[in-house]
């Protein structure tokens, strides 16, 4: 990954709700000073991933400042038929659409069928096709999460397209800011990722790595010297941290290890590296 934050890209059809939802997500923004590699753009919006261990570390530590992991979210421009040979804004959607690391595909469930549809029918799956036919055909293959925006559906047609999903989903209504947090941590599992933390008086913070990663490899994601450096880290889980309510008890019963370059990170781990 080139980019040191997770960008989802928003696409869908026209009319399906994509920039409302987009709206909603970055209404949850945080301010880019904290995370010097995102870009600041109109149609990015940097998302804290929602996560209560953080808020506790942070308490514990009676830290001055407590900083999210973030994932950023892409507004792509309105996807039409065609777009992989260029109609529209086809060439430029796709381009931007080969940067991100995942695509959530916003599908409209209608029940008011007075509301124009672009294909003249309301036929959900239908509208699935055509823009996963449009990846395909632009050579894209990303993970992708469904978004089902619900704001207007019957629960009777949501159970029958439910089950007829190509993949893994998650219901919003972005009207009302429901489901957004879910949005989030689904895009976060979906793309393989875990949480560790670091915290003390000065901040606590959550870190993002690929599941899998050992130590050092997760050490890059605070800064690249990490993993040429790593020496070794010491290592408590979240919880036990917690138990303990400060390091120097948990040193005191023994329950933070030291672990060496092979360790394999887990989600929810609190770190300290040495360097």
Request: charged residues 25%; proline residues 5%; aromatic residues 8%.
């Amino acid at each position: 990954m080139s980019h040191s934050v997770l960008q989802i890209g928003i696409v869908g059809l026209p009319n399906v709700g994509k920039s409302t939802l987009f709206n909603a997500l970055t209404k949850k923004s945080v301010p880019a000073e904290n995370y010097p590699f995102c870009t600041i753009d109109p149609s990015i919006g940097i998302v804290p991933v929602p996560d209560e261990r953080l808020d506790k570390l942070s308490a514990m530590s009676k830290s001055k400042k407590t900083i999210p992991a973030v994932v950023e979210f892409v507004d792509i421009a309105g996807l039409v038929k065609g777009a992989s040979e260029g109609e529209g804004l086809g060439n430029k959607f796709l381009s931007h659409i080969r940067e991100v690391d995942a695509v959530a595909e916003v599908v409209r469930i209608f029940e008011d069928e007075s509301i124009i549809h672009v294909a003249g029918k309301i036929d959900p799956l239908f509208d699935i096709e055509v823009i996963n036919m449009e990846l395909e055909l632009g050579g894209i293959k990303k993970p992708t999460l469904y978004v089902l925006n619900t704001s207007e559906a019957s629960e009777k047609f949501k159970n029958e397209f439910k089950s007829k999903l190509p993949g893994p989903y998650i219901e919003v209504d972005p009207i009302f800011g429901t489901g957004l947090d879910n949005l989030i941590k689904e895009s976060y599992n979906l793309l393989g990722l875990i949480t560790f933390f670091t915290t003390g008086e000065k901040e606590s913070r959550a870190w993002t790595t690929k599941r899998g990663s050992t130590a050092p490899e997760a050490g890059r994601s605070i800064h690249n010297d990490f993993k040429d450096k790593f020496i070794r880290a010491e290592i408590i889980t979240y919880d036990k941290l917690l138990e303990a309510g400060s390091y120097a008890k948990a040193r005191e019963r023994g329950w933070i290890r030291t672990e060496g370059k092979e360790y394999i990170v887990q989600d929810g781990d609190v770190i300290e590296f040495l360097i």
